[in-house]
């Protein structure tokens, strides 16, 4: 137990005293993260609202395809990535691997899918009723999926959250393309690998500490952004 | 009920120990962390199937970095390390973790880069003066960062350099007691990549990235020379004093841990600094190379 | 003026024929009612006519022209009919954009929005509510609401599946009048379902009864099942759910569904010792007027509707929960099919 409580006391102690090696690592993970998130949400978000409003053949196989993808390693997406931008690589001379570019690329191919599949069922979520009263009040059809859109938002925005939290916590794409080069890809995650693998656990957890209060403060604050559009 | 939680309890203290007893006659098995580097040589491959031979005992080795190998050892985890960081294997026997450091082997360190070597350090002896010339470059350097041996060798190599170095340290809270981790890099340097991974990870770093590194012969010959796509690194600076690095065993002290085999742990060393164990690893050889020198002999 | 006219529009979904409609005329300026039960058709036809669903077969005319079942020519009438849904939604935002939604579609200047909205809101009972969250609103605000919405874009035709059916009997109330002002005086046709009779009976003009996808004239008000057994050459005995007996004409043999026609029963205080022949006694439930005369909701075991003149009606002076004998006189009924 005094283990625990010594990560719990280093935590806060790191955290007051705005580390500098903390937050460095800290905003190298959120910087990474944010800006996949925002890449992956703006080509996910219209897919997703694509995918749900058309009816094309084979859409329930894409479906079934994207949902499969939910389930891609990120080791997988690490190692596919790296073959294409290593220096003996096709995107070899962009000189892209070991960059903030490189993890962000990787994460992008992470999460669309969760992007996709979150906004499709979001948006199938919301009864017949809105598409039908949208439609009885003279809108065409892209009024009507903006009203859908709408009416979906609070499930969509809750899928850029998921897929923030999965790549703020995944580690694979970030330690096999980012290679956890201190104040340039050094990501939470990467530095708890590192600390681990050092022995030094208190670090490691302190840094997991940290990582759940991120995760935790992002959950409450949509939680308290849901709760003010419901009242 | 109590008569079956009886039985039950009866059945498991006798497998554990029919199953001690296994252990015990097909001789004694010891826990020994080491460095990913000592793993990577091949040269455990060789030594503990003679071993075994020699002397029944078996060996189960956790690779890890040096620091948490060490600290495998200051847990209590295993019964024996073996590793190569002089100092802090010193200052492990001193903590009263360990017995005593039998000094077993050496082989030495390595400064690589790309054949273009735009630092132009090829063929310097001084290893200190090879790295100030790369930090005046400006090349990229791509530094372990994890703590290792070879991490701690290469911040002694900078401090002798002369280049301007920066502490980081924090501070962090390890059995109710403040203490301070620190690191020294060159300052201001976007040059430096301290990537905090393993040897080999750093070599196809530096390659991708073809960039200078510190490495120890073992990794780069393997990385070189035992691969289908060789690493584009050449060795740019070797020989000097200072590059090289010594290797130690050590048995867990049974006074800070009563759990450990001390005395089997003492056999295994005590083998390793043995005619046999030290012509062995004289003779090892990987890809027709010597990697390591015995230092007992 | 015709608004809808309709010949043999059926509607599938899948093997299924959900409606199949032979003939089907709605007149400009006046209120229909589309009666029958649960599963009848009823939305499918009301989806129809409010262009939100294309029928299998068929064809339609509006205002007297034939309407091709493209989806750009459907959103273009969809401008002139509105539909309100049963249970109909909010979209969740203001009151006020609830209603800016469809003038905002049509390019109506903001400042004539604005006065819009107000009247529409006015004439609902809901101005005070114009900048509320919509769904913070209860079940009839929210229906009363819906109907200012579809008010705002003066349609031609508003379509109601179920106005009364999820609200409070004040709300009830409310609405129908609302349905029967927004009628008078904008002279907005209006096409409304009920799977109740009784309920906003008064509200029609003219009522259309729907049974297993197809129009017909009959009411299934006083439809019961009934098994017909032979009394004798000239009568037969039905049963009807156990409770009545009366005797007929005679029909044949077997289960069947029979029709009481409501004008022909007969209503009386006269207590007599012995129950004559197909008379019960049941209790006055409901009274109610509408064009044809007063309708009398009896309890005699199963659910009567009686029709009766307005001066029988104060000669009887029925107050609801009052006793009253029953006669059901054998050319009061009459089967409409049998089983299998």
Same mark, same amino acid.
């Given at each position: 137990?005094?283990?625990?409580?010594?990560?719990?006391?280093?935590?806060?102690?790191?955290?007051?005293?705005?580390?500098?090696? &903390?937050?460095?690592?800290?905003?190298?993970?959120?910087?990474?993260?944010?800006?996949?998130?925002?890449?992956?949400?703006?080509?996910?978000?219209?897919?997703?609202?694509?995918?749900?409003?058309?009816?094309?053949?084979?859409?329930?196989?894409?479906?079934?395809?994207?949902?499969?993808?939910?389930?891609?390693?990120?080791?997988?997406?690490?190692?596919?990535?790296?073959?294409?931008?290593?220096?003996?690589?096709?995107?070899?001379?962009?000189?892209?691997?070991?960059?903030?570019?490189?993890?962000?690329?990787?994460?992008?191919?992470?999460?669309?899918?969760?992007?996709?599949?979150?906004?499709?069922?979001?948006?199938?979520?919301?009864? /017949?009723?809105?598409?039908?009263?949208?439609?009885?009040?003279?809108?065409?059809?892209?009024?009507?999926?903006? =009203?859908?859109?709408?009416?979906?938002?609070?499930?969509?925005?809750?899928?850029?959250?998921?897929?923030?939290?999965?790549?703020?916590?995944?580690?694979?794409?970030?330690?096999?393309?980012?290679?956890?080069?201190?104040?340039?890809?050094?990501?939470?995650?990467?530095?708890?690998?590192?600390?681990?693998?050092?022995?030094?656990?208190?670090?490691?957890?302190?840094?997991?500490?940290?990582?759940?209060?991120?995760?935790?403060?992002?959950?409450?604050?949509?939680?308290?952004?849901?709760?003010?559009?419901?009242? | 009920?109590?008569?079956?939680?009886?039985?039950?309890?009866?059945?498991?203290?006798?497998?554990?120990?029919?199953?001690?007893?296994?252990?015990?006659?097909?001789?004694?098995?010891?826990?020994?962390?080491?460095?990913?580097?000592?793993?990577?040589?091949?040269?455990? /491959?060789?030594?503990?199937?003679?071993?075994?031979?020699?002397?029944?005992?078996?060996?189960?080795?956790?690779?890890?970095?040096?620091?948490?190998?060490?600290?495998?050892?200051?847990?209590?985890?295993?019964?024996?390390?073996?590793?190569?960081?002089?100092?802090?294997? +010193?200052?492990?026997?001193?903590?009263?973790?360990?017995?005593?450091?039998?000094?077993?082997?050496?082989?030495?360190? =390595?400064?690589?880069?790309?054949?273009?070597?735009?630092?132009?350090?090829?063929?310097?002896?001084?290893?200190?003066?090879?790295?100030?010339?790369?930090?005046?470059?400006?090349?990229?350097?791509?530094?372990?960062? /994890?703590?290792?041996?070879?991490?701690?060798?290469?911040?002694?190599?900078?401090?002798?350099?002369?280049?301007?170095?920066?502490?980081?340290?924090?501070?962090?809270?390890?059995?109710?007691?403040?203490?301070?981790?620190?690191?020294?890099?060159?300052?201001?340097?976007?040059?430096?990549?301290?990537?905090?991974?393993?040897?080999?990870?750093?070599?196809?770093?530096?390659?991708?990235?073809?960039?200078?590194?510190?490495?120890?012969?073992?990794?780069?010959?393997?990385?070189?020379?035992?691969?289908?796509?060789?690493?584009?690194?050449?060795?740019?600076?070797?020989?000097?004093?200072?590059?090289?690095?010594?290797?130690?065993?050590?048995?867990?002290?049974?006074?800070?841990?009563?759990?450990?085999?001390?005395?089997?742990?003492?056999?295994?060393?005590?083998?390793? =600094?043995?005619?046999?164990?030290?012509?062995?690893?004289?003779?090892?050889?990987?890809?027709?190379?010597?990697?390591?020198?015995?230092?007992?002999? | 003026?015709?608004?809808?006219?309709?010949?043999?529009?059926?509607?599938?979904?899948?093997?299924?024929?959900?409606?199949?409609?032979?003939?089907?005329?709605?007149?400009?300026?006046?209120?229909?009612?589309?009666?029958?039960?649960?599963?009848?058709?009823?939305?499918?036809?009301?989806?129809?006519?409010?262009?939100?669903?294309?029928?299998?077969?068929?064809?339609?005319?509006?205002?007297?022209?034939?309407?091709?079942?493209?989806?750009?020519?459907?959103?273009?009438?969809?401008?002139?009919?509105?539909?309100?849904?049963?249970?109909?939604? &909010?979209?969740?935002?203001?009151?006020?954009?609830?209603?800016?939604?469809? &003038?905002?579609?049509?390019?109506?200047?903001?400042?004539?929005?604005?006065?819009?909205?107000?009247?529409?809101?006015?004439?609902?009972?809901?101005?005070?509510?114009?900048?509320?969250?919509?769904?913070?609103?209860?079940?009839?605000?929210?229906?009363?609401?819906?109907?200012?919405?579809?008010?705002?874009?003066?349609?031609?035709?508003?379509?109601?599946? +179920?106005?009364?059916?999820?609200?409070?009997?004040?709300?009830?109330?409310?609405?129908?009048?609302?349905?029967?002002?927004?009628?008078?005086?904008?002279?907005?046709?209006?096409?409304?379902?009920?799977?109740?009779?009784?309920?906003?009976?008064?509200?029609?003009?003219?009522?259309?009864?729907?049974?297993?996808?197809?129009?017909?004239?009959?009411?299934?008000?006083?439809?019961?099942?009934?098994?017909?057994?032979?009394?004798?050459?000239?009568?037969?005995?039905?049963?009807?759910?156990?409770?009545?007996?009366?005797?007929?004409?005679?029909?044949?043999?077997?289960?069947?569904?029979?029709?009481?026609?409501?004008?022909?029963?007969?209503?009386?205080?006269?207590?007599?010792?012995?129950?004559?022949?197909?008379? =019960?006694?049941?209790?006055?439930?409901?009274?109610?007027?509408?064009?044809?005369?007063?309708?009398?909701?009896?309890?005699?075991?199963?659910?009567?509707?009686?029709?009766?003149?307005?001066?029988?009606?104060?000669?009887?002076?029925?107050?609801?929960?009052?006793?009253?004998?029953?006669?059901?006189?054998?050319?009061?009924?009459?089967?409409?099919?049998?089983?299998?």
């Amino acid at each position: 137990m005094g283990f625990l409580t010594d990560s719990l006391v280093s935590a806060v102690l790191l955290a007051i005293s705005l580390d500098r090696e &903390l937050m460095e690592i800290v905003m190298v993970s959120l910087r990474v993260s944010a800006s996949s998130t925002l890449i992956a949400s703006i080509l996910g978000i219209p897919l997703g609202i694509v995918v749900a409003f058309e009816t094309f053949p084979g859409k329930r196989f894409v479906i079934t395809i994207l949902n499969t993808l939910l389930a891609l390693p990120t080791v997988a997406i690490g190692l596919f990535v790296y073959a294409l931008i290593a220096r003996r690589g096709i995107f070899g001379p962009l000189d892209l691997l070991y960059s903030q570019k490189a993890i962000i690329i990787g994460q992008v191919i992470l999460i669309i899918p969760v992007i996709i599949t979150f906004t499709i069922a979001a948006i199938n979520h919301i009864d /017949d009723r809105y598409h039908k009263t949208a439609m009885t009040l003279g809108a065409n059809r892209r009024q009507t999926a903006l =009203v859908i859109f709408r009416e979906a938002r609070y499930g969509i925005v809750a899928a850029v959250i998921a897929a923030f939290g999965r790549v703020v916590s995944e580690v694979g794409i970030s330690m096999m393309l980012g290679g956890n080069a201190r104040g340039f890809t050094r990501t939470i995650t990467t530095a708890m690998a590192l600390e681990y693998d050092k022995g030094e656990f208190v670090l490691a957890v302190a840094l997991g500490i940290i990582l759940i209060s991120i995760s935790f403060g992002l959950n409450l604050l949509f939680h308290l952004m849901q709760g003010r559009g419901k009242k | 009920m109590i008569r079956v939680k009886n039985l039950t309890i009866g059945l498991f203290l006798s497998m554990f120990v029919i199953g001690l007893m296994c252990t015990q006659t097909l001789g004694e098995t010891l826990k020994m962390s080491t460095t990913t580097s000592t793993q990577a040589s091949g040269l455990l /491959d060789v030594l503990l199937p003679e071993l075994e031979k020699d002397t029944g005992i078996r060996i189960k080795v956790i690779a890890k970095g040096t620091g948490a190998a060490i600290r495998d050892g200051i847990d209590g985890n295993v019964d024996v390390i073996f590793v190569h960081a002089k100092a802090r294997e +010193e200052k492990f026997v001193a903590d009263g973790f360990g017995t005593k450091r039998y000094a077993v082997m050496h082989n030495d360190f =390595v400064i690589l880069g790309p054949a273009s070597d735009p630092a132009g350090i090829k063929g310097m002896k001084d290893a200190a003066t090879a790295l100030a010339r790369i930090a005046a470059s400006g090349s990229m350097f791509i530094s372990r960062g /994890d703590d290792s041996g070879t991490h701690t060798k290469e911040q002694a190599l900078w401090k002798s350099s002369g280049v301007k170095l920066k502490q980081t340290t924090q501070s962090i809270v390890k059995k109710g007691k403040k203490t301070q981790i620190s690191f020294f890099q060159p300052e201001g340097a976007s040059w430096y990549r301290s990537i905090g991974q393993g040897m080999g990870k750093t070599l196809t770093f530096a390659d991708e990235k073809q960039a200078y590194t510190l490495a120890d012969r073992g990794t780069y010959i393997k990385y070189k020379f035992g691969r289908e796509v060789p690493v584009d690194l050449e060795v740019l600076s070797e020989g000097d004093e200072l590059l090289s690095n010594p290797y130690g065993v050590i048995p867990i002290n049974p006074k800070t841990h009563p759990h450990v085999k001390f005395a089997v742990a003492r056999q295994f060393a005590e083998w390793l =600094v043995s005619k046999r164990g030290q012509d062995l690893i004289g003779g090892y050889r990987l890809l027709g190379k010597q990697l390591f020198y015995p230092d007992a002999l | 003026m015709m608004i809808y006219s309709a010949a043999n529009l059926v509607r599938r979904f899948g093997e299924r024929t959900v409606l199949n409609v032979d003939r089907l005329e709605v007149e400009k300026g006046y209120i229909y009612a589309l009666l029958g039960p649960n599963g009848s058709g009823k939305t499918t036809l009301l989806n129809i006519m409010g262009f939100l669903d294309q029928p299998t077969s068929g064809e339609m005319r509006f205002r007297e022209r034939e309407v091709n079942f493209q989806e750009r020519t459907l959103h273009k009438l969809r401008q002139s009919v509105v539909m309100v849904q049963q249970n109909p939604i &909010l979209f969740s935002t203001s009151v006020y954009k609830n209603l800016e939604f469809g &003038l905002k579609i049509r390019n109506i200047p903001v400042r004539l929005r604005q006065r819009v909205i107000e009247e529409s809101l006015d004439l609902v009972g809901m101005r005070h509510l114009i900048n509320d969250p919509a769904h913070k609103l209860s079940g009839g605000e929210t229906q009363r609401v819906v109907l200012a919405r579809a008010l705002a874009l003066s349609p031609e035709v508003i379509l109601c599946d +179920e106005p009364t059916a999820s609200v409070d009997l004040e709300n009830q109330v409310t609405i129908t009048r609302l349905l029967k002002d927004i009628n008078a005086e904008k002279g907005i046709t209006l096409v409304f379902t009920s799977h109740d009779e009784n309920q906003a009976a008064s509200l029609p003009h003219f009522k259309l009864f729907l049974e297993q996808g197809r129009i017909s004239d009959i009411s299934y008000e006083n439809t019961f099942p009934a098994s017909i057994t032979p009394l004798s050459d000239q009568q037969s005995c039905c049963r009807i759910l156990n409770e009545l007996e009366l005797n007929i004409a005679r029909e044949a043999e077997g289960l069947c569904r029979l029709k009481i026609e409501p004008c022909r029963i007969k209503l009386s205080r006269l207590f007599e010792e012995e129950l004559p022949q197909n008379c =019960v006694e049941g209790r006055v439930q409901k009274v109610s007027e509408d064009v044809r005369g007063i309708n009398i909701g009896l309890d005699c075991g199963v659910s009567l509707t009686a029709l009766i003149s307005n001066a029988e009606y104060r000669e009887l002076n029925l107050l609801v929960g009052d006793s009253v004998r029953i006669k059901i006189p054998p050319e009061a009924v009459s089967v409409l099919d049998y089983r299998n």
